[in-house]
DNA sequence: ATTTTTTTATTGAACGTTCAATCAATAAAA
DNA sequence: TTTTATTGATTGAACGTTCAATAAAAAAAT
């Protein structure tokens, strides 16, 4: 089997299988063993290509950020309108996106998030990616209110998400997405109402 | 040392010390030993009064979860005003008091919840609790609006409370309980505008 | 074209560490 | 003297890492 290239189609194996690992059996027992295994190799390669353990769970961590920074960043760039609204409600549908929130990813996000809480170089990758969702959020609230409301709008918006994606990854079937995001639509024009009075785009949730 | 009647005693101190231990390294790291020398007694205590390492973490889990429940059931109680938007009010003060929100318990409440996507035991006690959320949220909105629209707004506001809590429990600093509540509030409000229309209660927060 | 050499990729058994659980020994109170 | 509470060294299992051995591909030589 060996062949030249194998780099960058091994990583790509191993994060993927440790997604796996974590949505079927949770991060405390994501052994390097179990996880070599669901990515077909064994236990050694995992070390040569990743340093040890921690280095694979750190890829994988990054990955999962960057995927929900491009999820957001593909939806902003196809924006035909360039209201707040339109840039926030694209926000809100990167991080509804379907590869986020379906199975492995949601509950590897939360496993990572606990696990953060005291490994310094996780906290680090989250803080980065938190700082610059509610930098996104302010700057745009901005654009329709008051600094101190535009600020609070942006955390009350961010929780809102996080709690969504939390209940999401704790129920057996998963996130319910487009509920997800009807909730924080509605959320977000209420923020706006109070404002930009500008009339809602619909909303068809049943 | 050894009297009699220490059981209830050494129960508590092994269940302070397992959040004081969570708090301080996180669920990975609390192992028996660190646990036990947080409380000051030897490690094999922790099998003869919980049956191993797993009966003390769900005693724990359990204690989080019936403090939260008494804090939200007090404040209940202690309501004059039989309105809706005391009552759920007085939720959202209940899920922010001080002993839940302050160091150890949130960490250790987010540290479970993770954990407790792949521990039945676990899970089963974060359902109950989390269903009396929504079922008393439910409830009271439902006084207010049609079901649909209650159902919606209960879940909105849930996850508005994890989120807020979730977030909490990442920053170095610990959640800002003021904000925090001043947030679920103004959302609580804004839920409320649409039916209700009645006055919402002063929020004084700069 | 075929064989030999070199390089790259991979394996898996062995090693040292860490952990939870156990239990015979101990010590204080009853 | 009996009962209750506690200890801590020991045990066995599980883990991540390492590294000599191996195997396949690529390159070089014939």
Chains 1, 2 share one sequence.
Request: glycine share 8%; proline share 3%.
């Amino acid at each position: 089997m060996p062949k030249v290239g194998m780099e960058p189609i091994r990583r790509q194996q191993l994060i993927n299988a440790t997604m796996a690992a974590i949505d079927e059996v949770g991060l405390a027992e994501a052994t390097v063993m179990r996880i070599s295994r669901h990515a077909g190799v064994s236990a050694g390669i995992i070390s040569h290509y990743f340093g040890g353990k921690d280095g694979l769970l750190e890829a994988t961590m990054r990955q999962i950020l960057t995927d929900l920074t491009k999820a957001v960043a593909v939806r902003r760039d196809a924006l035909e309108d360039d209201s707040a609204r339109a840039h926030i409600g694209a926000i809100i549908e990167g991080n509804f996106d379907r590869t986020q929130v379906t199975g492995p990813a949601a509950k590897t996000w939360l496993a990572f998030w606990a696990s953060s809480m005291h490994k310094p170089m996780l906290q680090r990758l989250q803080n980065v990616n938190d700082r610059r969702l509610y930098s996104n959020l302010c700057h745009q609230f901005r654009r329709v209110m008051p600094r101190t409301e535009a600020r609070n709008a942006a955390r009350g918006l961010a929780a809102m998400i996080d709690g969504l994606w939390l209940r999401g990854a704790l129920t057996t079937e998963g996130l319910n997405a487009e509920e997800a995001r009807f909730l924080a639509h509605t959320y977000l024009d209420q923020l706006l109402a109070h404002y930009g009075c500008q009339q809602p785009a619909s909303n068809t949730y049943s």
